[in-house]
């Protein structure tokens, strides 16, 4: 099978995730400067097969759009010409970060390494993918 993609997407910084071949697990893959991540995910879908992206669309709490927003919808038309055989879904993002960071904190990881945003971003991506797979099986 082929992978799925996560990606958290930010105007500084993406956070990519990938699922294993059999789509089950979401595991944190990279963070790219936003300017490179086409460049990067071309070159990642050569080499490894892309069923699907999943895309975190940044919400308030009331569900309306951020400032965020328009920057991720920007990139979502990106990636539809980019790639025109492969879907982009997306997911509410609402909450991922702060999830990560309470998973980093779970996961007993120290308080620099917490402080790191690109591995939050990368687990935020990882969040959002897994999300995605788990809304698949329900």
Do not use: C, N, W
Not at 23 to 29: R, V, Y
Not at 65 to 82: I, M, N, P, S, Y
């Amino acid at each position: 099978m082929a992978r799925i993609l996560g990606i958290d997407y930010g105007t500084k910084r993406v956070g990519l995730a990938a699922t294993d071949t059999l789509q089950i697990i979401a595991s944190p893959l990279e963070t790219v400067h936003a300017k490179d991540v086409l460049t990067y995910l071309k070159a990642y879908v050569q080499r490894e097969p892309v069923e699907a992206f999943v895309l975190g669309m940044p919400k308030r709490l009331s569900g309306e759009a951020t400032d965020a927003t328009q920057h991720v919808v920007g990139f979502q038309r990106k990636l539809l010409k980019e790639f025109p055989g492969i879907p982009v879904h997306i997911i509410d993002e609402r909450f991922t970060s702060k999830m990560a960071q309470q998973a980093m904190l779970a996961g007993g990881l120290k308080k620099k390494d917490r402080q790191d945003k690109g591995t939050v971003d990368r687990l935020s991506a990882a969040i959002i993918l897994q999300s995605y797979l788990e809304s698949r099986s329900i």
